[in-house]
């Protein structure tokens, strides 16, 4: 099993920034892809970043050139830097580790980040 604990969300004002970290534990094998998404209510849960073990990374295109997404290998540690936020990015947030093993993606409880205008 793998467990994800996320942490660094909150409340900030439009054009203010914040960092999200998630560390993964348990059974986790080497080749993984680690990533963030968010929900709001009433939608889907969709894809904001990911990055591979070897640091390829995917972003949505609403993020793009404002969120930075990274790892830490040895920590097995995902963060999400998120700059200029807008009002729009208000969700929750839920780390994602998707195994390269089995191909079985484990979640995070999810973080709040609400951008006020």
């Known amino acids: 099993q793998v467990q994800l604990v996320e942490s660094g969300g909150g409340l900030v004002q439009a054009g203010g920034s914040l960092r999200l970290s998630c560390v993964a534990s348990?059974?986790?094998?080497?080749?993984?892809?680690m990533g963030w998404y968010r929900q709001v209510p009433g939608k889907q849960r969709e894809l904001v970043a990911a990055i591979t073990q070897g640091n390829s990374t995917n972003y949505a295109d609403s993020v793009k050139g404002r969120f930075t997404v990274s790892r830490d290998n040895a920590k097995n540690t995902v963060y999400l830097q998120m700059n200029s936020l807008k009002p729009e990015d208000t969700a929750v947030y839920y780390c994602?580790?998707?195994?390269?093993?089995?191909?079985?993606?484990?979640w995070g409880q999810g973080t709040q980040v609400t951008v006020s205008s």
């Open positions: 994602n580790l998707l195994s390269g093993f089995d191909r079985r993606n484990y």
């Open positions: 348990g059974k986790i094998f080497i080749i993984n892809t």
